[in-house]
């Protein structure tokens, strides 16, 4: 089987060669297994980020929609607090006044 030198050294060739192969396949197992543990980890941090995203579009949304809100709610006490304001008390102290000329010219 081994009959010069020359065998040994392709022996041994074979051998290292074998060794540098299953090393490489070793290492691409590897490399694989990290890139796909990568590949799920920027897909959660993609849906987390699109779910924040999402979250904060919709707290825009109601915040706008809750403005518009307040501004009616203002323009209304506005226009209830000048209607109070010029018919409620005049029509009082107008019924006061009646009230009190007649009570003299009872007299």
Do not use: E, P
Not at 17 to 41: E, M, P, Q
Not at 61 to 67: E, F, G, I, V, Y
């Amino acid at each position: 089987m081994i009959n010069s030198s020359l065998d040994i050294l392709y022996l041994t060739l074979s051998i290292c060669s074998l060794f540098v192969a299953v090393f490489l396949c070793w290492l691409l197992f590897y490399l694989i297994k990290t890139l796909k543990k990568t590949h799920d980890v920027i897909n959660f941090i993609s849906k987390i980020t699109t779910s924040v995203n999402d979250f904060v579009s919709d707290m825009k949304q109601k915040a706008k929609s809750s403005a518009t809100y307040f501004k009616l709610f203002n323009v209304i006490t506005d226009k209830l607090i000048q209607y109070i304001d010029k018919g409620f008390f005049k029509k009082k102290s107008s019924k006061k006044q009646n009230t009190k000329t007649k009570t003299r010219k009872q007299k």
